[in-house]
């Protein structure tokens, strides 16, 4: 029967049969009649547990998520932590780098609304998901099994994060809170350094360009100064209506944190005598601006067009006091440095969805994003402990810096599908384009006098007035002073895909595809130790996969998965620039190749009642080609570069992860979830002729060794996490969760020189979020790192352990209110 107009519309739910009656009308008089089929539609929240639940069950990929909704009743505040909720993942702290199954920052990809986004640090690949607030997130999809559609640079997993977008009631909601380090609050002398970036973390500082001798070249001071009050603090807005077919959600927000941890850096030979053996105290300060707007214009029910906008400007200050012996130097020394990072990041997406015909639909997406990150003004000064005279070995003792990193991306994608009853054809195109200038400069001082200078007032010596007694070193000719060195690298990737679903039966779904990519990888630089040079590459990838489902029942799946994908070096990886820390010096390496990757999954999945699923996981990777850092024989003990590490590495492991109500009566409800990965890795290692052989001559002395474990693979990992929710009369919550995390052992470096390797010791967490809910008023209690385990690193040299690197982030209480109009 065909229904032109529909007035109301009533459906009766009988014991025995469904039947729906629709008022019509017909020229004047309306009637009654029977309607045949019915489609109901409506939102869902994309971030609820269930709705997540609900998806993994009835895809053919594997899928692992993890919702607003956890997010929320977590107190998690960032997606860095989300992150880490999810099985088979940690963070290596100190780096801000996410590990997947035992794989670090370059086998990973980041993307938001599956458009890719850029790092906002030369070091890593990945942005430092720390910056993302999780009030912009719907969710956060961890895509560890490789499809086609994702670009082939894939070795860990996709990390996708889906902003929020408005359906339901207008609201508009502002938030205020503030958080206690209880071992940061009653530092009385938390230094920050002056001239910096200020409050907000805006404030860029910079030198008088011109001949230093004649003017004195820096604008501000060497000393450091107090901060006022070290008590964190946040505030934010959020809003979001539907005007029509036009739905808006908005958010803006600042945060900023203060951290003083007091540890320990140091570095041994083969004997365990100390090449470094520093005490540090370490003051950070940190802030995150965020601002989102997320447009959906649905012109009907088969089309929508969608924009999002993100702003993210974020800034670190770190102020480091270092007292101890360095060989190097071969005196007790005195070490004040100061450093601060201010980096902005604008994305920019447009992409639609599109149900053309009844088995035609289409998805596409463009992006442009632009970062700029720069360290403005860097300061060190080494001091002799018992003189107090500044040492001037290297003008790298004493020195300022500074540094601007731009990165331009382009990035589109067409995704087309057709659906023919048991079959499934998905097929597209994507690409991507990047543009990455980095610019550094590096002024050092020498001295003409010795004198003893007081650590807690260099501008006592070093000022305009003692400008005459200062040699100053650019690393440059004078008719070049401050002409900064560079590198430049663009990477253009055009790839093609394609996927055939076919439903065997009801019980069988298959999934075939492929990608190709053609990459293409230009970069040219200028370097005070390696000079002018370029260099070019190019790579054919062809990437076949995998997927297959199998239910046993209404309840149970079984799931495998093979795939080939490759790991790009990085730009900061190829390009031999070098990048200078207190304790290392790290270059990047020309002679890398791509890593070849063979993956591998079988994975059981059990649904229970909604919301609820346990599973089981063993998964594999076989590694060609691996890369790692690590330091190299023909360079200074602590200087570091990058290698083809290995012939072959193997990863493998098994994940388990259990959501279950505990305890469920009227509206009340007792729950758990948690995960667990076993993992073990091993590496076959290169000869030193074969480093010598690729690396231009650079080679590696290890302990003699022939295979070792892989970097960044621990040994276990576990999320347990026990909640309670309460509902009360007229919208009234209480949840109250309780997490526990714990990260073991792994490598943190291989050993060279004949030293030991570097282990990163377990660590523990323990947070509590108390969350009460009244109609329009939130207040949340959040307790984080309870336990305050030690970061640690391990320098093992035969059976005894020597600290490389410990300090403790500190325990926090925080008070969080917010207002729903």
């Not at 632009?370 to 080494?382: A, G, H, I, Y």
């Amino acid at each position: 029967m065909k229904i032109r107009k529909l007035n109301v519309a009533v459906l009766f739910l009988l014991s025995t049969t469904t039947v729906v009656y629709g008022q019509i009308k017909i020229g004047a008089a309306p009637r009654e009649e029977n309607i045949e089929g019915v489609a109901l539609k409506g939102s869902v929240k994309k971030g609820s547990e269930n709705n997540i639940i609900s998806l993994q069950r009835k895809s053919v990929e594997v899928i692992e998520r993890v919702g607003s909704a956890q997010l929320e009743k977590q107190g998690i505040g960032d997606a860095a932590t989300a992150v880490t909720k999810a099985s088979g993942t940690q963070k290596q702290e100190g780096s801000g780098q996410i590990f997947i199954r035992g794989l670090g920052d370059r086998y990973n990809a980041t993307s938001l609304n599956g458009l890719p986004i850029p790092s906002d640090n030369p070091e890593f690949k990945n942005i430092d998901l720390g910056i993302f607030k999780t009030s912009v997130i719907e969710y956060i999809s961890l895509d560890k099994v490789y499809n086609p559609k994702f670009s082939g640079d894939f070795g860990g997993a996709n990390i996708n994060i889906v902003s929020k977008e408005h359906s339901g009631k207008p609201y508009f909601k502002v938030g205020i809170g503030s958080r206690v380090n209880l071992q940061t609050f009653d530092k009385n002398h938390f230094k920050l350094q002056a001239g910096g970036p200020g409050f907000f973390g805006y404030k860029e500082t910079t030198f008088r360009k011109g001949n230093p001798n004649v003017q004195y070249p820096f604008t501000t001071r060497w000393n450091f100064k107090n901060a006022a009050n070290p008590f964190n603090s946040n505030m934010d807005i959020e809003g979001g209506a539907t005007l029509g077919k036009l739905s808006v959600f908005g958010y803006a927000g600042f945060e900023n944190g203060y951290v003083y941890s007091a540890g320990k850096e140091g570095f041994y030979d083969a004997t365990g005598d100390a090449i470094k053996a520093l005490d540090v105290d370490r003051y950070t300060y940190s802030t995150n601006s965020t601002a989102l707007v997320n447009l959906a214009y649905k012109i009907n029910t088969s089309h929508k067009i969608s924009y999002t906008t993100n702003f993210v400007h974020s800034s670190a200050q770190d102020a480091r006091f270092f007292r101890g012996y360095m060989r190097e130097i071969g005196t007790d020394i005195i070490i004040n440095r100061g450093d601060n990072k201010l980096t902005s990041t604008l994305i920019n997406q447009l992409y639609g969805n599109h149900k053309i015909t009844g088995s035609w639909a289409a998805d596409w997406g463009v992006s442009y994003n632009r970062m700029d990150s720069k360290r403005p003004d860097r300061l060190q000064n080494t001091f002799d402990a018992i003189s107090l005279n500044l040492i001037a070995a290297s003008t790298i003792n004493n020195h300022r810096y500074f540094d601007a990193l731009t990165d331009n991306t382009l990035n589109g994608f067409i995704n087309i599908s057709k659906q023919v009853e048991d079959l499934k054809i998905n097929f597209g195109y994507s690409a991507s384009s990047k543009d990455r200038q980095f610019d550094n400069t590096t002024i050092g001082l020498n001295f003409d006098i010795q004198t003893p200078v007081n650590p807690d007032n260099v501008d006592a010596f070093i000022n305009a007035s003692n400008n005459g007694i200062i040699r100053y070193n650019t690393f440059r000719n004078d008719n070049e002073r401050y002409d900064p060195f560079y590198y430049h690298f663009k990477q253009n990737i055009q790839a093609g895909f394609a996927n055939v679903d076919y439903k065997f039966s009801d019980r069988l779904v298959v999934q075939l595809g492929g990608r190709f990519d053609h990459v293409d990888l230009q970069s040219k630089w200028d370097d005070a130790i390696f000079g002018k040079d370029k260099s070019n590459k190019t790579y054919n990838k062809f990437l076949p996969a995998l997927n297959a489902k199998y239910s046993l029942d209404d309840r149970q799946n079984i799931r495998f998965s093979a795939s080939k994908t490759y790991t790009l070096p990085q730009a900061k990886e190829l390009v031999p620039t070098g990048y200078y820390d207190v304790t290392t010096n790290v270059y990047g390496n020309p002679f890398l190749s791509p890593s070849d990757n063979y993956n591998v999954d079988l994975k059981w999945e059990l649904f229970g009642k909604a919301g609820e699923v346990f599973s089981v996981t063993a998964f594999g990777k076989y590694i060609e080609n691996p890369i790692a850092r690590t330091t190299f024989s023909t360079a200074a003990s602590s200087d570091m570069t990058y290698f083809n590490i290995a012939n072959s590495g193997v990863v493998a492991g098994a994940e388990m992860e259990f959501r279950k109500d505990i305890y469920k009566s009227g509206n009340s409800r007792l729950y758990t979830f948690l995960n667990a990965t076993y993992m073990h890795s091993n590496q076959k290692l290169k000869t030193e002729a074969e480093f010598a052989k690729e690396n231009g001559g650079k080679t590696v002395q290890f302990n003699g060794q022939k295979t070792d474990a892989m970097q960044g693979v621990a040994d276990f990992l576990a999320n347990i996490n026990l909640g309670y929710t309460q509902k009360f009369r007229s919208e009234n919550t209480v949840d109250f969760v309780i997490s526990y995390s714990y990260v073991g052992k792994s490598l943190y470096a291989l050993g060279t020189n004949k030293t030991g390797n570097f282990y990163e010791s377990p660590i523990h967490l323990l947070d509590a979020n108390l969350k009460f809910n009244f109609k329009q008023i939130g207040v949340g209690v959040t307790a984080k790192n309870l336990i305050n385990s030690d970061n640690k690193i391990e320098q093992m040299i035969g059976e005894v352990g020597y600290t490389n690197r410990s300090y403790t982030k500190g325990r926090e209480i925080g008070l969080n209110l917010s207002y729903e109009f």
